[in-house]
């Protein structure tokens, strides 16, 4: 079962990496990101970020995108942690986290989730800049990498 | 009845995060439910305009303009996703 959380608190990468393994003596390879909050975006010095969620879908399509991994890759565990609320430059944003046999299956699984989650599940992100806030507007290269796992 | 839930910029530029409709008539979807609100106030036929970037989920699942929708549906609007 994947580990899914949305939370306003820091996220203790280490605990919850060694939570994902712990009793897992089949695991061989943990993969692993970490998103954090830049001080720039787009030319603009960044003060700081307000993230917001949709209660309720944020938590199925996690996990429709963990089950959708578990699906197209021989992994063993799967662990997706995003914060929201208040954040500043240098915090953590968000955690995944997938285990493996072999790290092949691993490191892909990782970025795939990486790549729906920015696509598919319902955050979004408001700057402070020194002009005010702003909205962040989605990437057209995040629709692309998402793509690559079409087909 | 059903409700609609708005999010993140089309919350702020529709100044509501969430109401009780009635449905339209017939086989409803999105598309007609959105016509309901474009007639009904131009600050939706402004936010839902041609050209303008949104999407749809209906009970939390992504949708589009041709999802059905019935009574006691919960169908949220909102700016394409930005988290991560």
């Not at chain 1, 787009?42 to 399509?61: R, S, V």
């Not at chain 1, 599940?121 to 806030?133: N, S, V």
């Not at chain 2, 009845?1 to 509501?16: I, P």
Request: net charge negative; charged share 30%.
């Amino acid at each position: 079962m994947p580990i899914l959380r949305v939370q306003e608190a820091d996220i203790d990468v280490g605990r919850e990496l060694e939570a994902l393994t712990r009793g897992r003596a089949d695991a061989g390879a943990l993969a692993s990101f970490v998103g954090l909050v830049r001080d720039t975006n787009e030319g603009h010095a960044i003060g700081g970020m307000t993230l917001e969620h949709y209660p309720g879908m944020t938590e199925k399509a996690l996990s429709d995108i963990c089950a959708e991994a578990q699906a197209r890759w021989d992994i063993i565990d799967t662990l997706v942690i995003h914060r929201v609320g208040r954040l500043v430059p240098g915090d953590r944003i968000v955690l995944v986290g997938v285990t493996s046999a072999h790290r092949g299956e691993a490191f892909a699984a990782c970025e795939f989730i990486m790549d729906y989650l920015k696509t598919r599940a319902p955050f979004w992100k408001k700057e402070a800049t020194p002009q005010g806030e702003r909205w962040v507007e989605s990437r057209e290269s995040d629709d692309a990498a998402a793509r690559r796992w079409k087909g | 009845m059903v409700t609609l839930l708005y999010f993140a910029s089309l919350r702020e530029r529709l100044g509501c995060s969430r109401e009780e409709i009635a449905l339209p008539a017939g086989s409803p979807t999105v598309a007609t439910l959105l016509e309901r609100l474009r007639d009904r106030d131009p600050r939706w036929s402004d936010a839902f305009a041609p050209g303008q970037r949104w999407r749809v989920a209906v009970n939390r699942e992504m949708a589009d303009l041709a999802t059905p929708v019935k009574p006691g549906d919960e169908i949220a609007f909102f700016p394409p996703v930005t988290g991560g």
